[in-house]
């Protein structure tokens, strides 16, 4: 049985989402909508870690502490700003980092939603009821999250790349 | 209009302390009686009267109106007693808010600011610096730059044609309209729960029902007229049950035979609670459910969590209220449910309001007589600005993710199908007012609103118009706050000055006829945004103007082609048919050739995958559904059950803000008082701002009657004296309606802490939050939290606050003076 990593596995993906959204929302403040979903859905993400974690620890299985994933996200943010294409960052005047910060998080959230997959996999070969309900409206929590970026990033894009 | 002889006349002298009028009981089984309420400028002889046909264009009613005219002048009113919404009611807004027309300060002439001074221009000089500022624009940042921001305040023709020349012609999403502000999240949820726009009921079903669920609907301040109704109802011998949602003590809530004072922003905690007592005690009907709905599995598991406990804590009120209020709803048999600001411009405003829809779905109280929800508007003409397509929605309730119907309009407009932005929605003020911020749009054109007191966080606001990289254009009738902020100002004519329809919130479209000219150079918003188009040379594909029509008449039966076969068909309308008559609700076709006084009376909704206005959206975060999410719901003509989970408002009290700021309305004015500030009766009996605290909150503060207090926020403050009402513990109520045009002109610079220098704040809005609902995009206004302090004693002068209304004192406070007609001279 290795249902225990596929927890850990989405404990470590909520725990980027959660830091990737917290960050999102202190990039770019001056988004007002961005500034308080992304704290909301960073609350609900680090809620369906909690009950995970709760979860696991009834099932027995032992789930790793996990270095601090806002360190890790910091250094990730960073390097992905580098790294970005130019189109994306700075030209012309226009600030673009908000649609590569909402891009990085909406493969955090595509991330964490194909993990939450995979443990729903796991728990329907187990005939595990309560974990399948867990897993499933975590899956489902998370794609919301994921559409909710997708949203934005489809609304933000022309204006930042195109008004120039 | 012949005068029903055996009409009870209102001839109560004084309609500011009486502001419903006279009452006319009725039973459920009797039609409203007719009352002709009038009002003529002193001296004038009612044979002396020409009367032009209208309606009132100072709430969303839209009660029938003749405009009395003599030598050229408007001078009087009085209702049209054949007319369905109104049987010959006004409201006091209604009575005496014409005169304003004839306000000594219209604008008459262009203005265009020279040498940072706006100083009178003729129409060529200012259209020639508007169009060539606009090509300036488009040249160098392209369509993307443009922005426009109308108004819920002008006719159908203005908007048509306003919505061709930007979506067609300038080719931008951004154009949305001051609808964003009132009725957005009622779009909003109508198109979430039933697929389209467009209010289901008739204004009869308050006739008929049995019980009124009120949700955050000042009905007797906001909608005078409609409250007139429903007294003659509570006056008759079956007088219909009344659950108010409010934390004033309104006068519907002292009506009410159940009163839920909540907690501000708990309504979907509320709702969702009532509607787990109703599923709880079973009181849906399962058929109509079955047959109609889909989404009720979900609903049920996301209520489950809200027992009537649970709220009780989230919203302040006791288990057993929630209970009572669940049990009236539980038990009627004929419900209409209405929401307005109190849930549109609150926490989780569509979310809340989609709730309110879901209540009228389980119990089956929809598309019969006196059964109905109304997702209220507040302004006279919102519903043509989203009908047409000059806010965020696609002209005729289309679909901008649905490319049938954006070919549909390129071919009706005869543009290339790409011309029409539809790669995403229409941009809303709020994201605009960012892009101005950031500089990415250029060049924005208000029409006849106020947006330097009606947007939220004014110091913001004011800041972001007076870039100087920004062009702005404002159209209005008056100097406003607005304009005095603009490089441009257009004077418009209006109501009564110029020919249109419009549209009420039970769908009835009145014809309001040019009944006097408008002053000095004004013209209608149609002819200026005709000119410009023309001045631009805006073509069609063939190179032919774009804009085919030159008459208000021509531009009706253009938009009528654009609505045919859609939900607000309006192919059966025509000027010939709406002249004289009583209005006639859409929608109107072959079909229906006299009009739809119900829509859905088939249950069967717009929810099909090709013919619904839009795909609708998750509730708590405002993510866009995409067609094959929208078809796999396989709602296909059933109504939708929306669920959500309630999450905490965003600016909660702390220490240092401990109170709950909420803004709202007075019976007397409108808006920023551009029009009722100027009537002479209604400025008088509301002539400056208030406080409202409540008695044990002003106890701990040191409070008295009258005295001055300011108000603050983390954005902003204001000051005003205090009255001491029955609001709720905890929260501070202020009418939004005070700017700055009439203390030292149009001068809006007043910031921060400016007190003792000769202005002091006094609009809501310099207190509120930039925030907005995820799906309707409706700006929080109703929610902020505030410090009370008192800064001067009133010295025994109470605050200036109608005492006729729900800013009435407090039950223990000193009694004052019942506000009457010429009553600021006992200030």
Known sequence: MKVDQAIDDVLLAEEVL?????????????????????????????????????????????????????????????????????????????????LVDLRQTYLAAQEAGIDWVILLQSAKASRDGALIDLSTRGHEEVERCGAWLRTHVKTAAPQLLVAG | VILDEGAARADVPDRIANIWGARTPHATDEPWPVRVDQHLADGVPEDAVAWSPSACVLCSNGCGIDIGVRDGRIVGVRGRADDRVSRGRLGPKGLFGWQANGSPDRLTTPLVRRAGRLEAATWDEAMDLVVERTRRVLGEQGPLGMGFYGSGQLFLEDYYTLAVLVRAGIGTPHLDANTRLCTATSDAALKESFGADG??????????????????HNIAETHTVLWARILDRLAGPDPPAIIAVDPRLTVVAGAADVHLSIRPGTNLTLLNAIQHELIEQ??????????????????????????????????????????????????????????????????????????VNNITLLRGMIGKPGCSVFQMNGQPTAQNTRETGADGDLTAMRNWQNPVHVAELARLWNVDAVQIPSWGPSTHVMQMVRYLEQGSIRFFWITGTNAAVSLPELHRIRSILARDDLFVVVTDPFLT????????????????????????HDRTVHLSEKAVAPPGQARSDLEIFLDYARRLGLQDRDGAPLIKWSSPEECFDAFKEATRGRPCDYSGLSYGKLRGG????????????DGTERLYADHHFHTDTEDTEDFGHDLLTGAAFERKEHAAAGAAGRAMLRAAEATPPHDPPSDEFPLTFTSGRTAYHFHTRTKTGRAAQLQAAAPEPWVEVSPADAAALGIAEGDV???????????????????????????????????????????????????????????????????????????????????????????????????????????????????????
């Not at chain 1, 995970?52 to 502490?65: D, I, M, N, Q």
């Not at chain 2, 209010?199 to 955050?216: H, W």
């Not at chain 2, 209005?583 to 050739?593: L, R």
Request: one cysteine or more; charged letters at 20%; proline letters at 5%.
């Open chain 2, 709 to 827: 207090v300011r108000v603050r926020s983390a954005r902003g403050q204001l000051q005003a004296r205090a009255r001491v009402s029955d609001i709720r513990e905890g929260v501070v109520f202020a009418p939004f309606h005070y700017g700055y045009w009439d203390r030292g002109g149009a001068d809006p610079s007043i910031d921060g802490d400016s007190d003792g220098d000769g202005g002091v704040p006094t609009a809501a809005n310099e207190l509120t939050l930039t925030d907005w609902d995820p799906v309707s995009k409706q700006p929080v206004v109703k929610l902020a939290a505030v410090e009370v302090t008192k800064v001067a004693s009133g010295d025994g002068r109470p605050s200036p606050a109608p005492t006729t209304t729900a800013s009435a004192p407090a039950d223990g406070q000193p009694r004052l003076e019942r506000t009457v007609s010429g009553s600021e001279t006992r200030r």
């Open chain 2, 582 to 593: 009583s209005g006639i609700q859409w929608p109107c076709n072959d079909a229906h050739p």
């Open chain 2, 481 to 504: 706050e607005t304009g005095a902020l603009a490089d441009v100002v257009l004077p418009a004519a209006i109501w009564g000055e110029k020919t249109g329809t419009f549209t009420n």
């Open chain 2, 282 to 355: 079973d009181w849906i009907d399962h058929e109509f459910v079955a047959a109609h709905t889909v989404g009720f599995a979900r609903l049920a598991e996301t209520v489950a969590a809200y027992s009537p406990e649970r709220a009780s804590e989230v919203c302040g009120i006791s288990a057993e209220a929630i209970r009572q209020a669940a049990a009236l709803i539980g038990r009627s048999e004929r419900l209409v449910s209405t929401c307005l600001q109190g849930v549109y411009q609150s926490h989780q405003a569509t979310a809340s309001a989609c709730q």
């Open chain 1, 18 to 98: 959660a830091a990737r959204l917290m960050s999102l929302a202190e990039e770019h403040a001056s988004e007002h909508d961005v500034l308080f979903m992304s704290r909301t859905l960073a609350q609900a993400s680090i809620g369906r870690s909690e009950s995970l974690r709760a979860a696991a620890a009834s099932y027995g299985f032992t789930v790793e502490p996990h270095p601090s994933s806002t360190e890790v996200v910091g250094a990730a943010v960073g390097a992905a700003r580098r790294g970005a294409p130019s189109t994306l960052t700075g030209s012309g005047g226009v600030d673009a980092s908000l």
């Open chain 2, 199 to 216: 209010d289901p009921g008739s204004l009869t079903d308050f006739d008929l029902c049995d019980t009124i669920f009120a949700v955050g």
